[in-house]
């Protein structure tokens, strides 16, 4: 078998499998591996197609978790701006209000066993005695109005209001909750 193109790699003639050298005028002892060829000539695309598909499809899927995932983040964070302060003053307030509870009965124990009065005023919680001893305590920071109301030591409720109307109270027995008297 003769060639009349020139010289490099041709089908071996004798082995498909295999590639030999032709010189231009010779086959010569050199050979190699012939490139394989795929069994289905666009099988390799559409194999490759459908890899794609499948990437984008999941990626498509991991960005809507995501953007779905980040607006709840978005969202949590935006509660915990408008809420977070909200419930930390009503908890201070609590706090505040079983303290207040705790100088009234004080108060009834140090005077003539009448209810005093509480008020609020420039920051701060006004307790003031049947005798006219007044304890000054800070209040918490949100507040904008303090009373009591009740008729004896062993029956009152001392409350507290904040801004936005969150109102907590502590009664006679010192406990203290969410909301009016």
């Given at each position: 078998?003769?060639?009349?193109?020139?010289?490099?790699?041709?089908?071996?003639?004798?082995?498909?499998?295999?590639?030999?050298?032709w010189?231009?005028?010779a086959?010569?002892?050199?050979?190699q591996?012939?490139?394989?060829?795929?069994?289905?000539?666009?099988?390799?695309?559409?194999?490759?197609?459908?890899?794609?598909?499948?990437?984008?499809?999941?990626?498509?899927?991991?960005?809507?978790?995501?953007?779905?995932?980040?607006?709840?983040v978005?969202?949590?964070?935006?509660?915990?701006?408008?809420?977070a302060?909200?419930q930390?003053?009503?908890?201070?307030m609590?706090?505040d209000?079983?303290?207040?509870?705790?100088?009234?009965?004080t108060?009834?124990?140090?005077g003539?066993?009448?209810?005093?009065?509480v008020?609020?005023?420039?920051?701060?919680y006004?307790?003031?005695?049947?005798?006219?001893?007044?304890?000054?305590v800070?209040?918490?920071?949100?507040?904008?109005?303090?009373?009591?109301?009740?008729?004896?030591?062993?029956?009152?409720?001392?409350?507290?209001?904040?801004?936005?109307?969150a109102?907590?109270?502590?009664?006679?027995?010192?406990?203290?909750?969410?909301?009016g008297?």
């Amino acid at each position: 078998m003769t060639f009349d193109n020139g010289a490099g790699w041709k089908p071996d003639p004798a082995n498909p499998k295999l590639e030999r050298y032709w010189d231009g005028s010779a086959w010569t002892e050199l050979t190699q591996n012939a490139p394989r060829k795929a069994a289905n000539g666009g099988g390799t695309r559409v194999a490759l197609w459908g890899v794609v598909v499948v990437l984008v499809a999941a990626g498509g899927a991991v960005a809507w978790f995501i953007g779905r995932g980040g607006h709840d983040v978005a969202q949590a964070e935006a509660d915990l701006v408008t809420k977070a302060p909200e419930q930390a003053n009503t908890a201070a307030m609590t706090v505040d209000a079983h303290t207040l509870a705790v100088d009234v009965q004080t108060a009834v124990l140090d005077g003539d066993g009448a209810l005093p009065t509480v008020a609020f005023a420039n920051g701060s919680y006004l307790v003031t005695g049947a005798d006219g001893a007044v304890q000054t305590v800070r209040a918490s920071e949100g507040v904008t109005q303090a009373g009591i109301t009740g008729t004896s030591q062993t029956d009152f409720c001392v409350w507290i209001m904040g801004q936005g109307g969150a109102t907590v109270h502590a009664s006679a027995g010192g406990s203290a909750a969410s909301g009016g008297c």
